[in-house]
């Protein structure tokens, strides 16, 4: 058979050769301590993680950011990073939502009224797909 022997030492070396195997994979090669990363990866992903931490850091650099850069304890570039980012993630989890889609069907209406309809049907056959499946088995 092709894959007989150690597959996983061959698997092993391509994914550190290459970086990436699947289409979501956590890079553990630089990790200090891979199992922990699997751990607590495998409890909170990545995204959630990054979630409570922006939940508990952007307030506190709403209330405190300029007076920690007049104070120079804060580059004013990284604050304003921060900020960035922030609208970013929030615009993007915005766009995700259900009500993001409804938003941009709004928007799509309004910017392309020649292309609504014919959006709006395909949407439509789409969602109906959907309900047939529904509940999921």
């Not at 092709?2 to 061959?10: A, I």
């Not at 409890?43 to 850091?57: A, P």
């Not at 922030?86 to 915005?94: F, L, N």
Request: proline letters at 4%; charged letters at 25%.
């Amino acid at each position: 058979m092709p894959f007989s022997g150690n597959v996983h030492q061959w698997i092993e070396a391509w994914g550190q050769a290459v970086g990436q195997i699947g289409l979501f994979n956590v890079n553990m090669w630089n990790s200090r301590n891979p199992a922990t990363e699997r751990a607590i990866s495998t409890k909170y992903s990545y995204g959630r993680q990054l979630g409570r931490i922006l939940d508990v850091l952007t307030p506190l650099v709403a209330e405190n950011g300029e007076r920690l850069c007049e104070q120079e304890m804060l580059k004013r570039e990284d604050l304003n990073e921060f900020r960035d980012m922030v609208k970013g993630i929030y615009s993007a989890k915005r766009r995700s939502s259900i009500a993001g889609l409804l938003d941009t069907i709004a928007d799509v209406r309004k910017s392309f009224p020649h292309k609504y309809q014919r959006k709006f049907d395909h949407l439509v056959e789409v969602l109906n797909e959907l309900k047939s499946h529904w509940p999921p088995d």
